[in-house]
């Protein structure tokens, strides 16, 4: 018997919209990319994508690239055999060999790493992999890519593989974020808070109070769905059993004792650069470009996560850029 899709709540026109596009390119064999803000549900999405395909009955397996360093997820995904490297005592199957004929969910694509982009790109291409320190192996696996990142801007900057881009952009499912679907928010906030009510063993859940239902639409709701499943669940239980819920716990770090945040990592200085005789374009970009790379580690301390954050890049694409100008050995 074929194991129903996750549940997707809603009744807006613009979540009804994005529904019938995941069935119109569940059944196809294609890589395809989901893209939405954080906490759109874009998991949900990817397993429905598989449960609706002629994959469903074969392995679903999910792999977050932003949890992993470069050389974890190379190995995560690729695996390695006994001895490839120090401290490999026994063979590790990678999670692309075990999604073979079935999907392989990719969430935080963008974070991954230019090596490993290269070799998901074969993956993805001729469905080859090779483990670390093993030999070329075939497997049919669909890819399913997730972001929340503006990837052909990526690739415009050279963040991103074009190539792999092209190939997992058959075709690219966008989610509405909350705020796009207000109509939705009383039937999940419902649904969030049964669901609590069961849990605490509750015998029934009372409702919410005008007000409570009031900040449920005015608030904005930056994280969406998964924020305002937090929001319910947290009211709901600091609600009393017997009557409606009177307030929605928005900020559960709101304290008169709350401590100060911490300094923002510094942004470096812009300065004007004066031409050198015989210097072409490529070559004054970059040396525009190792200077402000070596102008912001150098206001942030050398600390590479602040760094890329006060140059709006993700941790592996300071890494790679560092790499490329000969600036990976500055220390954290």
């Known amino acids: 018997m074929q194991p129903s899709p996750p549940p997707l709540l809603g009744e807006s026109p613009a979540f009804h919209a994005a529904l019938a596009h995941v069935s119109r390119v569940a059944p196809l064999e294609r890589p395809l990319l989901v893209i939405g803000e954080r906490g759109t549900g874009k998991e949900l999405v990817a397993a429905r994508l598989h449960y609706l395909s002629r994959r469903w009955d074969r392995p679903f397996v999910k792999v977050n ?3 992993l360093t470069e050389s974890l997820l190379d190995s995560e995904l690729f695996g390695h055999e006994a001895g490839a490297f120090t401290g490999a ?10 999604a073979d004929s079935g999907t ?10 230019p090596a490993v982009q290269e070799k998901l790109l074969r993956a993805v291409e001729y469905g080859e992999i090779e483990r670390v320190g093993g ?17 052909p801007a990526l690739a415009e900057a ?9 190939r997992l952009a058959f075709d690219v499912v ?28 509750r015998p029934l859940f009372p409702g919410f109070a005008p007000r409570a239902l009031e900040q449920l639409l005015g608030h904005g709701w930056p994280g969406n769905v998964r924020e305002l499943r937090n929001a319910v669940e947290r009211s709901v239980a600091a609600s009393d059993p017997d009557g409606p819920v009177e307030e929605i716990l928005l900020d559960p770090f709101a304290s008169a004792w ?17 031409p050198v005789p015989g210097d072409d374009f ?18 942030n301390r050398f600390n590479q996560r602040q760094t890329a954050q006060a140059l709006g890049l993700g941790y592996h694409q300071l890494r790679g850029l560092l790499k490329k100008h000969g600036l990976i050995g500055s220390p954290e």
């Open 158 to 166: 050279g963040l991103f593989r074009a190539d792999l881009l092209d």
């Open 65 to 67: 690239c932003a949890a």
């Open 89 to 98: 005592i026994r063979r590790q199957i990678g999670r692309v060999e075990q």
């Open 258 to 274: 709350r401590p100060a945040a911490p300094s923002a990592p510094v942004s470096p200085p812009v300065a004007d650069e004066e």
């Open 174 to 201: 966008t989610l509405p974020p909350l705020r796009a679907r207000r109509e939705d928010i009383p039937v999940l906030a419902e649904h969030f808070a049964l669901g609590m009510v069961r849990e605490l063993e």
């Open 135 to 151: 030999r070329t192996q075939t497997v049919d696996v669909r890819v399913i890519g997730a972001t929340n990142a503006d990837l």
């Open 282 to 299: 490529q070559e004054r970009v970059r040396r525009f470009e190792s200077g402000l790379l070596k102008t912001a580690l150098e206001c």
């Open 104 to 113: 392989l969910f990719l969430d935080e694509i963008a974070t991954a790493s």
